[in-house]
Structure formats: C-alpha cells, structure tokens
C-alpha cells in the first residue's frame, strides 16, 4: 500500500542507515504480504508503533533528496539568491545576489532590517507600508529597491518572501529569493530609436548635462556630465544614471553643505512646479585649483518621466577674468588715494595677497648707486609664522641676476615656483632662503625708464598662471612702476624748489607775495625797514616809498600785463629824515586751472651800493 505523502514528521532523520536498518524495519512488519510489498519497493515509509513517527525507507529517502536537490537547482536557476529572516526581520541567512551592497558571506547584511541597510528609493513611508504588510503575515512580491555599490555604481533588486511557522504554527520569520533586475530596468529606460537622436546631441555638448524624473534620480546624462561626476568632487560627485541627484546632495557633508542643500531645495521646487527655472552659482576648490560653476535646473512639461534639466557650466575663466580686472582697479584705487610711497606699496600688496590667497608679499627696490635691491616694503597674513619670517628678511638684499628677486630684475619678466614642486630655474634651497615658503611668484615693477624694482609673493596656494594672470601682474607693475616714479619725480622736484628756495633765501633779504589786486599777502625775512605794516597794501599806498611818475606807470603797467620783473628800485624815506634803498624782482602766479592768483618775488636792501654811487660823484 502507498504510504499517504502528507504523512507528518517525514525527514531523513527518522530513518537512521546503518547495519541491521532491514532487520529493524522486517521486525515492525509482522504479515508476509506487507513484507513482499517492501521488499519488492511498494512501499516507501512504515509507521513505529512504540514512537509513533514515520520511517522512510532508503530508496524513498534517496527520492526524496534527488526532488530536493532538483528543486533548490530550479530556484537557484531562476532566482539570483536566496535568504531567510528571523521573527524581527533581521537577516540570519543570505546567499546570491547582493542586498544593500552585501553579497553572499557579507557579515555586514546579517542582524540586520531591509530598512537598516542604504537603499536609496524608499522613504520612511515605504517601510512602515512594508512593516504592516509583514506584521500581517503577507506573502510579498517584486519589492524594488535601488542602491549603490562601494564603487558607485547602481544597482535595482527585487525581493519575494513569504513566512515561515515551525511544528507548532509559531511564526519563524520570513524567506525568499532575490532578482538582480538592473539590466532589465536600465533597458526598460533605454531611449526609443526616436530618442537616440537627442543623446547623441547632449553627448555633443561640452555643458554637463543630466535630466531628473520626479524622484530625483538621473534617468539620462551626456558625456560631460558623465566625465564631470567620475572626477570631481563635493556637488555631483560620482552622481550617474539611475543615481539619486537629490540623495546625493543630502550627503555631502563640510565646506560644501550649504551649496549642496541651496541646490537640494532648487531642484525640489523645479520638480514640484514651483518654479520654472533655478540657477545657483558655487565655488570648490579641487586639487587642481579653485573652480566656478553656474548649476541652471530647468523644469520640464509633458508626461515623460522626466522632470527637470540639471546643467553645470564651468566659469572659471570668466570669475578669473572678473577678478583680476578687480584686482587692476583696486590697484588704481589704492595707487590714486595713497599719501605715501609705503601707503600704495602696502595696499597694492596685500590687495594682491588677497585676491590670489597668497601669505606676503615684498617690494624689492633697486639702489642705483649701490647696485642691489634692498627691500622696502612688505605686507603679510597677521600669522606668527610669516611675521617672523617678514622680520627676518628686513636686511635681506640681491644684487640684479642673483637670487630670485634678482633674477626676474635683470630678465624684465615674471617667474614662478609651484607648490611641492622644483622649477629648473630656481634652486630649492635659495627658495627657501628667498621667500621661506613652499611657492613663489616674482614679477618685475616697470618704469619709463625700465625695471625699477621686484614684487615678490608667496604662500602655499601658488599655482601655474595663465595667460590672463601674467597680463594682469605686468599692467599692475607698469601703474606701481609710473606711480612710483612719477613720485620719485616729484620728490625730487621738492627737493629742487626746496633747495632753490634755500638759495633764494641766502641771496636776498625778504621774500614777499601779492594777491591778484596787487596786495602785500606775506613777507618773510627782513622787510622793509621803516616802511610800516605793509601786508594788505600795495606799493604805491604806502606814504613812505620815493618814486617818480614816469616809474610808476612803468611799475603798474608791468603788473596789469603780468609781466615778471628785475630789479625794480625804488627808496623808503625813514622817520628819521634817512632813506633806504631797495631792489624786488618778481614773476607772476597761476593755478591748477591757468587762473592769475598774483605775484611773488625776492627784495634786496641795496642801500649800502646805492649810497656808494652817490657819493662817488660828490668824491670827484
């Protein structure tokens, strides 16, 4: 007779192979017929009277595994994994296909939810809808979740589980199987023959491009974008298709947090229709050097799945070009409103400093006659550090074609030394002794007359300059080398009329100025002596001055005409009868604008000759 295949407590391990197993089971058997039938293999299992529980004979035991094994074979066969979970729901098992990021022996998916591990497309939402479905005992089909491998790279699975009961009815936890169905989704969102037009269009663009659907997540990115993400860092990092742009920017963490959540909640607006256009302009600062980007979303209509446009633009070049032209017109500024010769030097320094992020920076001066640079000026970041090195080089010289400073005077021409780097031209080691710093850029301050002096900066941020940098330092050095010319020009044109002055001084007695109606405004020196208070009077208004009629008129007209004089005399009677004679010469006086303001000139007392003249014919 056929045993009933529902019989309960049928396993291999109630059927204990080994010898005297047909003696054991020929003993339970007492009839001749039912003996026959299970020795002719009409029988697979017999019931234990003393136990109770069913004992499968070896050939249905044997069955038995070859259906087993042939079953696991057809689920591994369709399936791409396998895994069971306890009453929590923690995973105690898993083989196969990777969940989370775990494949097969990953300790790091065991003791733990689906809702612990990193899937990027479910929100809390989804899991409390897939906690009640778990609570209740359901059977689930096709869960998708997507995540992203240790390389970036995205995945989408889908899961299949139902519970699991012991002997008793006691809920176990669950099993299931797992489906890689990446390929399947990514060809599922592959373009149409009629779209393939428009990704070879984007792939032309050199703009980084990728089109979000309603989740944020990249369903389409061109070549730029694609090579944009793979090396760059902060803000669409290692972001590609079937990513989530907006998961992406909620992780990114430091310098760039508040860029990466001002870009978050503009694409969130776009997406939801709150907004057609976002744009959004943001700095980093890679290895390669600082970066500018301009990030434009642009909302999409229709009933594609896709929802918005994201675009990064690189516009290093044109905040380069807009800060550096910054630069030149702060350099004027400062150059313009300086009082000093140190003022404009310190100012266009640490403007230049700060534009560039460098540390310090110093004005090697050339001493003609000594034939060296000596340095005149400096300016540095208030840091221990580089202010001791500023105090250090206070007696630092060069003579021209030695050193670095020395180097770039004789050549007329820019030089530089990157950071962690050793330029051909210039020797670590001197550098060091130089600038003390790791990078170095030098240029030359030109004036009419050629070269003049050196800039010297230096900081640990010296990069290889563009074109665009070396045109700005050569037109600074052109307007600090006029600027310091033109000031040493008029600082020996001080000198000139302080020295002519000086002379002036030795070679007359007084010196006087009249305004432009020919009044006394100042006298310095002797004066007239006898002739009174005379400042606020002209010439002719004061009682005491012995002229004729004739030299009047010459004298006034000479002034009316703005004419220079010399050696105009004239005599001043003193109160005591005596006269004294006198001699002025003067030239007119203009101002900025051209306009006559009066006269100024030098007298002389020339009584002692004038004397001697009249007493020579009397002599004779």
């Known amino acids: 007779m056929k045993p009933n295949p529902r019989l309960p407590n049928l396993n291999s391990s109630d059927t204990p192979a080994g010898p005297g197993f047909e003696a054991k089971i020929l003993r339970l058997v007492k009839g001749a017929r039912e003996r026959n039938a299970i020795k002719s293999g009409q029988v697979d299992a017999i019931m234990d009277p003393a136990s109770g529980r069913a004992i499968l004979l070896p050939e249905a035991q044997a069955a038995m595994l070859e259906r087993k094994a042939r079953f696991r074979s057809l689920v591994e066969l369709s399936t791409d994994g396998h895994w069971e979970q306890d009453e929590h729901y923690r995973f105690i098992e898993h083989t196969g296909a990777a969940i989370g990021g775990a494949r097969t022996g990953d300790v790091g998916i ?115 974008w694609r090579v944009f993400a793979a090396s760059h860092r902060g803000i669409g990092a290692d972001v590609s298709e079937g990513s989530n742009y907006l998961a992406a920017c909620g992780r990114i963490i430091g310098n760039e947090r508040v860029d990466a959540v001002a870009m978050e909640s503009g694409i969130r607006q776009v997406i939801a229709g709150e907004r057609e256009l976002f744009r959004y302009e943001y700095f980093c600062e890679p290895p390669s050097g600082p970066r500018w980007f301009m990030a434009s979303v642009t909302r999409l209509h229709g009933d594609s799945a896709a929802r918005a446009i994201v675009s990064y633009e690189d516009i290093t070049e044109i905040k380069r070009a807009e800060q550096l032209l910054r630069l030149e017109n702060s350099v004027a500024r400062c150059l313009a409103d300086a009082n000093s010769t140190s003022t404009a030097l310190q100012a266009v320094i640490r403007a230049v400093c700060e534009t560039q992020r460098w540390d310090c920076g110093q004005y090697f001066r050339l001493d003609p006659a000594a034939d060296k640079l000596s340095l005149d000026e400096f300016w540095g970041m208030p840091v221990a550090g580089i202010e001791q090195f500023m105090e250090k080089s206070r007696d630092v010289v060069f003579r021209p074609g030695a050193g670095l400073a020395g180097r770039v005077f004789l050549s007329g021409q820019p030089l530089w030394v990157l950071n962690g780097s050793k330029d051909a031209r210039v020797s670590q080691t001197a550098l060091a002794h130089e600038m003390g710093l790791d990078g170095a850029f030098v240029f030359p301050v030109i004036a009419e007359t050629g070269t003049i002096g050196v800039l010297a900066f230096a900081g640990r941020t010296v990069r290889e300059p563009d074109d665009r940098l070396l045109q700005a330092v050569h037109r600074i050095g052109q307007q600090l080398g006029q600027f310091l010319q033109r000031r040493q020009t008029e600082e020996a044109l001080r000198q000139s009329e302080a020295r002519l002055r000086r002379l002036t001084e030795l070679s007359s007695d007084w010196v006087w100025e009249l305004d432009s109606h020919f009044r006394f405004t100042k006298i310095t020196g002797t004066g007239m002596v006898g002739a009174g208070d005379i400042v606020g009077k002209t010439l002719w208004e004061l009682p005491a001055i012995v002229l004729s009629d004739d030299e009047w008129v010459k004298y006034k007209s000479e002034l009316a005409a703005q004419w220079s004089f010399c050696d105009f005399e004239y005599a001043a009677v003193l109160p005591n009868g005596q006269s004294r004679y006198y001699s002025i010469s003067g030239e007119p006086v203009y101002d900025d604008a051209g306009a006559f303001t009066g006269f100024h000139g030098t007298g002389l007392d020339i009584t002692r000759r004038k004397r001697a003249e009249i007493e020579l014919p009397e002599a004779g």
């Open 110 to 224: 065991l003791g733990k939810t689906l809702w612990d591990l990193p899937f990027d497309n479910s929100s809390e939402i989804d899991w409390q809808t897939h906690r009640t479905q778990l609570e209740w005992r359901a059977i689930f089909r096709d869960l998708e979740l997507c995540y992203q491998d240790h390389a970036g790279r995205m995945y989408i699975i889908s899961l299949s589980g139902e519970p699991m009961y012991d002997r008793q009815g006691l809920f176990k936890g669950y099993r299931g199987i797992t489906r890689d169905i990446t390929a399947h989704k990514q060809a599922e969102s592959a373009p149409p023959e009629s779209d393939r037009f428009a990704r070879a269009t984007l792939d032309a663009l050199a703009t980084q491009v990728c089109v979000l659907n309603a989740a944020g997540t990249i369903i389409l990115a061109n070549t730029a």
